[in-house]
């Protein structure tokens, strides 16, 4: 009979039966260079999907900032203000001219306020994205888990027949021995018996 307890297989031992003859080895699992193949990939689809993660993250910031910066009307001359746009340009070069933007007011050293939309839906689709690669490294991350736990399993599994294989050894080294042991007891006992049953040899009559 086998039991499972907290995912690791333990087996009963009928008694009077010698450890490991006739037990239900429960079958190896899969492949482990197998296991390690899977995981090795899982770990770098993550990693991948972590560094895309972190560049949306990066690409929202800059669209926000520059998003800001064109809607308060900062000075483009300051150099923190000229850094921004030219990185807000990069960002924006697939989605620029979808939306013609919205001049709002002047600031108070003469530039125009600015409330591009461009900018807005830019950020919703950037959000969207990073939204689908957070689901992805959570998936990934679960994958990860569950090929740990059938490996920790298979481990275990291993670890079980090892320890059924050693019982079985030993086992029959005992009863080789035992059998030894009364074989020569047997041999003695007989010796003996023939011993002191023989007839006491009798001189011929001359």
Known sequence: MTNYQSGIPTTAVPSGTVPGAGVAVPPPGPDRHEHNVKRGSLWVARGVS????????????????????????????????????????????????????????????????????????????????????????SWLTSLLH???????FQEAQERH????????????????????????AAAAAAQEAGRYTAPPATEPDL
Do not use: H
């Open 161 to 184: 027949q090892r320890e059924l294989q050693a019982m079985s050894d030993r086992a029959t080294i005992i009863e080789a021995q035992n059998a030894a042991t009364r074989a020569a």
């Open 146 to 152: 569950k090929v740990d736990r059938e490996t920790a």
């Open 50 to 137: 972590y560094l895309v993660y972190a560049y949306l993250l990066i690409v929202e910031a800059i669209l926000l900032m520059g998003f800001l910066l064109l809607l308060f009307g900062a000075n483009p001359s300051s150099s923190f203000v000229e850094w921004a746009y030219r990185n807000l340009e990069r960002a924006m070069r697939p989605f620029r001219g979808i939306f013609a933007p919205v001049e709002i007011g002047t600031a108070g050293n003469d530039v125009p306020a600015i409330f591009d939309t461009s900018i807005v839906f830019a950020m919703i689709v950037y959000a969207i994205i990073a939204i689908a690669v957070s689901a992805l490294i």
